[in-house]
């Protein structure tokens, strides 16, 4: 915590009542998301080392259901069974808190997910004091859980154009965007080419993951489970001050 950088904690009021207000643009969403896949990335890594799972991956855990069920592994299954109802109930509540502050015409509908995955990643650090296999559960469904609210945060904020969390599916986009400029090229009709503005956001979201994820991995390492700190002090401080300043 005493190496986050000042200048950055300074700058988050101003950058969160920006990214996080009621009015949006492709500029706030992009600039949102590029800060969550990071913290993705970050979180994601951070599930591995201090859990040995990677707790974004869904696919993995579905696979890993079907797989145990057929050699009849109920601890395993009932793992990846908890970590999906875990991110499938992050997803949920984030959906349901942005509903009810829209409804209410509150215009902190999309601070208040962003704060409650912070309050979730402080919990998240003190995992660390859970040695028992219960202690363990706990964590990764407490970082499934802000997984599915990232997510799901995210894609209703920019209307489903962008998911940070699903990487899988930013690198098939990255590979879709390839073959139309491919087929451009040596195709003989008039197809549209490569979508130039898409394909830069793709490589920016997935580069924010990558690079994210390589500070998650140093940083977990180095802190173990408190280096969730730092990541729950940037999603405070982008939502805090929108929902403070409504409140006062």
């Given at each position: 915590?005493?190496?986050?950088?000042?200048?950055?904690?300074?700058?988050?009021?101003?950058?969160?009542?920006?990214?996080?207000?009621?009015?949006?643009?492709?500029?706030?969403?992009?600039?949102?998301?590029t800060i969550l896949a990071a913290i993705a990335g970050a979180a994601n890594a951070g599930?591995?080392?201090?859990?040995?799972?990677?707790?974004?991956?869904?696919?993995?855990?579905?696979?890993?259901?079907?797989?145990?069920?057929?050699i009849l592994n109920l601890w395993i299954t009932f793992t990846s069974l908890l970590a999906i109802g875990a991110f499938v109930t992050g997803a949920a509540f984030s959906t349901l808190l942005i509903n009810i502050a829209r409804n209410s015409h509150l215009r902190?509908?999309?601070?208040?997910?962003?704060?409650?995955?912070?309050?979730?990643?402080?919990c998240f650090s003190w995992g660390g004091i859970f040695t028992t296999?219960?202690?363990?559960?706990?964590?990764?469904?407490?970082?499934?859980?802000?997984?599915?609210?990232?997510?799901?945060?995210i894609t209703k904020i920019s209307g489903a154009r962008i998911r940070t969390t699903h990487a899988t599916g930013m690198i098939t986009d990255i590979g879709i965007e390839l073959g139309r400029a491919a087929y451009r090229v040596i195709g003989r009709d008039a197809a549209p080419g490569l979508d130039g503005r898409k394909f830069a956001i793709l490589l920016r979201l997935v580069l924010a993951y990558v690079l994210g994820g390589i500070i998650g991995a140093v940083g977990y390492a180095q802190a173990g489970f408190f280096f969730s700190l730092p990541l729950a002090v940037i999603l405070l401080g982008l939502s805090l001050p929108t929902l403070l300043r409504r409140a006062s």
């Amino acid at each position: 915590m005493m190496a986050f950088p000042r200048k950055l904690i300074r700058r988050l009021p101003v950058a969160g009542r920006a990214l996080v207000g009621h009015r949006r643009s492709a500029g706030t969403d992009l600039g949102l998301a590029t800060i969550l896949a990071a913290i993705a990335g970050a979180a994601n890594a951070g599930g591995f080392f201090a859990l040995g799972q990677y707790t974004s991956h869904m696919t993995g855990y579905l696979s890993q259901v079907a797989d145990n069920i057929a050699i009849l592994n109920l601890w395993i299954t009932f793992t990846s069974l908890l970590a999906i109802g875990a991110f499938v109930t992050g997803a949920a509540f984030s959906t349901l808190l942005i509903n009810i502050a829209r409804n209410s015409h509150l215009r902190q509908q999309y601070a208040w997910p962003l704060a409650v995955q912070g309050v979730f990643l402080i919990c998240f650090s003190w995992g660390g004091i859970f040695t028992t296999e219960a202690g363990r559960l706990f964590s990764l469904a407490c970082l499934c859980f802000i997984m599915g609210m990232q997510n799901a945060t995210i894609t209703k904020i920019s209307g489903a154009r962008i998911r940070t969390t699903h990487a899988t599916g930013m690198i098939t986009d990255i590979g879709i965007e390839l073959g139309r400029a491919a087929y451009r090229v040596i195709g003989r009709d008039a197809a549209p080419g490569l979508d130039g503005r898409k394909f830069a956001i793709l490589l920016r979201l997935v580069l924010a993951y990558v690079l994210g994820g390589i500070i998650g991995a140093v940083g977990y390492a180095q802190a173990g489970f408190f280096f969730s700190l730092p990541l729950a002090v940037i999603l405070l401080g982008l939502s805090l001050p929108t929902l403070l300043r409504r409140a006062s």
